[in-house]
């Protein structure tokens, strides 16, 4: 059974930083892609950020490029998501899933929600202005 879990919300006043980790178990992590998402309050849930099996390839979406980066630790199973210079509309439930193992480069389709079949529950990011 996969399990996917979240922390290093919280709130923070504009500006300031924050940096999320997603823990997973139940897979062989080094293979999989991996992403965040993140989903407003009335939004549709969308892409933040992709990082390939081996974190060599990552790409972000264009309201969050130059702000945030991710990482990956394959020993730790663990993916992180260092968010600088937060703005209150980067305020969400931000999501940690696993793509399926067909999918590997973080292509342009990647925040495609149908690729991730394994979800964390999410966590509370709020900026405050």
């Known amino acids: 059974q996969v399990q996917v879990v979240e922390s290093g919300g919280g709130l923070v006043q504009a500006g300031g930083s924050l940096r999320l980790s997603c823990t997973v178990s139940?897979?062989?992590?080094?293979?999989?892609?991996m992403a965040w998402f993140r989903q407003a309050p009335g939004k549709e849930r969308e892409g933040v950020s992709c990082?390939?099996?081996?974190?060599?390839?990552?790409s972000y979406g264009e309201s969050v490029k130059g702000r945030f980066t991710i990482s990956r630790d394959n020993g730790a199973n663990t993916i992180f998501l260092q968010m600088n210079s937060l703005k209150p509309e980067d305020t969400g439930i931000y999501y940690c899933?696993?793509?399926?193992?067909?999918?590997?480069?973080?292509?342009?389709?990647?925040?495609?929600?149908?690729?991730?079949?394994?979800w964390g529950q999410g966590t509370q990011v709020t900026v405050s202005s």
């Open positions: 899933a696993t793509a399926a193992a067909l999918y590997g480069y973080c292509s342009a389709s990647w925040p495609t929600l149908g690729r991730y079949p394994n």
């Open positions: 139940g897979l062989s992590f080094a293979e999989h892609q």
């Open positions: 990082i390939t099996p081996s974190g060599k390839t990552t």
